[in-house]
T-cell receptor
Framework: GENVEQHPSTLSVQEGDSAVIKCTYSDSASNYFPWYKQELGKRPQLIIDIRSNVGEKKDQRIAVTLNKTAKHFSLHITETQPEDSAVYFCAASRVGGGSTLGRLYFGRGTQLTVWP | GAGVSQSPSNKVTEKGKDVELRCDPISGHTALYWYRQSLGQGLEFLIYFQGNSAPDKSGLPSDRFSAERTGGSVSTLTIQRTQQEDSAVYLC???????????????FGPGTRLTVL
């Protein structure tokens, strides 16, 4: 099965700085890579995703990059704000055939703290 | 519209008792997932239902755990003879798959916090 590794486990940055979280995956057939944000005491929510036919995707201050050859993808947050403080999870999924269709394999999460 | 709901929100039980956790997915969502999240930990996959297909039970940690999904909608996760290590937040998520090539966001419920004394 798929194995997703996520680093770092904790990340502290000053407000206004950039934050980068990296993930690797093992199954070359994985083709969908979402990122979820979980604020303290709340449920995880999708913030951005990328498909394997795209190398980069941006949405305001957040961006995700994908390197299929190296099997890694990263979340970039620019101009961080205190409200970005949360746990971020990367995930990988394979769409297209098989009983595992749609199942997300999650990384262990990164606790991001943005200091004012 | 209504999101994924779970009940109860909190459950305290004694070691050895059975518990049932309920998940109501978003109407029309064909896929339903159960995850477990221990304090400060990641999302541990438990089980996945997709339409009428056989569920993917590969994440269930022991035979004390089971889940059903009746009528393709509501799901119940049952933990028999609970142990203290079962204490965690149990999250349910649902997604809508319209065709093979649709990448579907998982919508999470608020979770059930289970405490086994």
């Amino acid at each position: 099965g798929e194995n997703v590794e996520q680093h770092p486990s904790t990340l502290s940055v000053q407000e206004g700085d950039s934050a980068v979280i990296k993930c690797t995956y093992s199954d070359s057939a994985s083709n969908y890579f979402p990122w979820y944000k979980q604020e303290l005491g709340k449920r995880p929510q999708l913030i951005i995703d990328i498909r394997s036919n795209v190398g980069e995707k941006k949405d305001q201050r957040i961006a995700v990059t994908l390197n299929k050859t190296a099997k890694h993808f990263s979340l970039h947050i620019t101009e961080t704000q205190p409200e970005d403080s949360a746990v971020y999870f990367c995930a990988a999924s394979r769409v297209g055939g098989g009983s595992t269709l749609g199942r997300l394999y999650f990384g262990r999460g990164t606790q991001l703290t943005v200091w004012p | 519209g209504a999101g994924v709901s779970q009940s109860p929100s909190n459950k305290v039980t004694e070691k050895g008792k059975d518990v049932e956790l309920r998940c109501d997915p978003i109407s029309g969502h064909t896929a339903l997932y159960w995850y477990r999240q221990s304090l400060g930990q990641g999302l541990e996959f438990l089980i996945y239902f997709q339409g009428n297909s056989a569920p993917d039970k590969s994440g269930l940690p022991s035979d004390r755990f089971s889940a059903e999904r009746t009528g393709g909608s509501v799901s119940t996760l049952t933990i028999q003879r609970t142990q203290q290590e079962d204490s965690a937040v149990y999250l349910c998520a649902s997604s809508q798959r319209t065709n093979t090539y649709t990448y579907n966001e998982q919508f999470f419920g608020p979770g059930t916090r289970l405490t086994v004394l």
